[in-house]
């Protein structure tokens, strides 16, 4: 039953990201939207492979959970580069930052 | 009296369209929600068979031998992946590293230079108890580049300004590596990526100590956000050409 509490945690988290992915106009949320959908697949992966009566864990999971990080990791840099380098040329390009400048002063 | 100088908070209403996303979000919730629950139970899992096979993976920790050996192939595409995101950072613009040192603090300076020691012990040794404990090229890289990412923000010079072309040799080093084992299977007599159990051990430790020198010269790239000043075959590098395109 514990196992099930932390997979609908994982599975909550990633609704939670998918949302803010969606709604939110500034691309660090967005970003932080996608490490949180990834970070709530991976418990969830973790707590629902987890058997309480078997002596050692399942390994097939865990291996994908790892693979998993190491993508997200990656994906979150070249975002934040391509970020950064979207928002050095907006002074070029007023349109670009626009509704993500309206959700910064908002917050 | 008071006067009334409380501040008026003001409400931002939400757009009708969000309250739509947020409908969609919650019926797909519902939706994910049922599904897990009817996921049967037992689960159909792996892991006897990997307990089975353990022996001729050549470690002894069930995760490291599904990882390099029993689904080495999805390794080396997540390592690629690796090299693919240093190829697109580096592709975008140049570190920004300040070009004088600001001022350094002399506490941070002699703590790092007594952790760097440390930092490659740790690593190193996270790197050989994959086979048997939790560990592997992965960890290890990770820790291997916390140290270079510590050194990259404490104004270290010479790891500020390394050349640009031991940086793509150390990148490629993991991947080349892992091609050139899987190929190898191919020339031992077997199939693309098989190991020969007598030799699994042996070759596994040489592809994790590849990787993770490759996993954390990438990861410690990654911080740095960008190609080197020097790099090969540019033109010299004028301040103020990353400032954005036309």
């Known amino acids: 039953m514990t196992n099930l509490l932390y997979s609908l945690t994982g599975l909550i988290l990633f609704i939670f990201g998918f949302f803010a992915l969606i709604v939110c106009a500034h691309p660090l949320r967005k970003i932080l939207g996608c490490n949180i959908m990834a970070s709530g697949i991976f418990l969830f992966l973790v707590a629902t492979s987890y058997r309480a009566d078997a002596a050692a864990i399942d390994p097939v999971p865990q291996a994908m959970v790892l693979t998993g990080i190491v993508v997200s990791v990656s994906f979150t840099a070249v975002a934040l580069i391509l970020a950064i380098h979207v928002r050095k040329s907006v002074p070029k390009n007023p349109q670009l930052g626009e509704r993500s400048r309206k959700d910064e002063a908002a917050s | 009296m008071k006067t009334d100088s409380r501040m008026q908070v003001q409400k931002t209403k939400m757009a009708p369209l969000i309250w739509v996303v947020l409908l969609l979000s919650t019926c797909l919730t519902g939706l994910l929600i049922w599904t897990v629950l009817k996921i049967p139970r037992p689960l159909p899992s792996l892991a006897p068979e990997v307990a089975n096979r353990l022996a001729a993976s050549g470690v002894d920790n069930s995760v490291t031998a599904v990882l390099l050996n029993f689904r080495g192939y999805d390794t080396m ?133 590849a990787c993770a020198v490759s996993i954390g010269l990438t990861l410690a790239a990654f911080f740095a956000g960008g190609r080197p000043l020097d790099d090969l075959r540019e033109e010299p590098y004028s301040p103020g050409q990353d400032e954005g395109e036309g």
Do not use: N
């Open chain 2, 77 to 209: 595409l997540e390592v690629m992946v690796f090299l693919l995101g240093a190829i697109t950072i580096w592709s975008i613009g140049h570190a920004p590293f300040p070009p004088k040192i600001q001022d350094t603090s002399p506490i941070q300076t002699a703590a790092v230079r007594l952790l760097a020691p440390f930092v490659c012990i740790i690593g190193g040794y996270l790197v050989w108890q994959g086979s048997s404990h939790t560990g592997g090229a992965f960890q290890g890289g990770a820790v291997l580049s916390a140290g270079l990412v510590l050194l990259l923000i404490s104004d270290f010079l010479g790891v500020q300004r390394v050349k640009s072309l031991p940086l793509r040799l150390g990148f490629t080093l993991g991947p080349l590596v892992f091609v050139g084992m899987a190929l190898w299977g191919i020339i031992a007599g077997g199939s693309f990526l098989s190991f020969a159990p007598h030799q699994a051990g042996a070759l596994l430790l040489l592809l994790e100590a």
